[in-house]
Nanobody
Framework: QVQLVESGGGLVQTGGSLSLSCVVV????????LGWFRQASGREREFVAAISRGGETRSYTTSVKGRFTISRDNAENTVYLQMNSLKLEDTAIYYC?????????????WGQGTQVTVSS
């Protein structure tokens, strides 16, 4: 059974930074494409960033390009999301995702979510 365990959320002021981590437990992370989604209160879950199995290919939603960076360490079975220049609209629950192909085309496993709150 694959589990995704997230950490690193919290409260930060606008313009600040946070780093999220997600550990893949129960399987080898290099078998999966990984990514991050988020869901703000009253809104649908949306794609944030994705990274391929080997880390060669990364993609981002337009609103976070230049501010967020996704990376992975397959030796540690971990994917990261470095978030800089945070804005109020980045406030959401952030979910780690894993899929056999790109998470944009389909997600096989979800993490439990970690809250990110950006305050003015």
């Amino acid at each position: 059974q694959v589990q995704l365990v997230e950490s690193g959320g919290g409260l930060v002021q606008t313009g600040g930074s946070l780093s999220l981590s997600c550990v893949v437990v129960g399987d080898t992370s290099s078998w999966y494409a990984l990514g991050w989604f988020r869901q703000a209160s009253g809104r649908e879950r949306e794609f944030v960033a994705a990274i391929s199995r080997g880390g060669e290919t990364r993609s981002y939603t337009t609103s976070v390009k230049g501010r967020f960076t996704i990376s992975r360490d397959n030796a540690e079975n971990t994917v990261y999301l470095q978030m800089n220049s945070l804005k109020l609209e980045d406030t959401a629950i952030y979910y780690c995702a894993a899929g056999r192909d790109s998470v944009v085309s389909g997600v096989d496993y979800w993490g439990q979510g970690t809250q990110v709150t950006v305050s003015s």
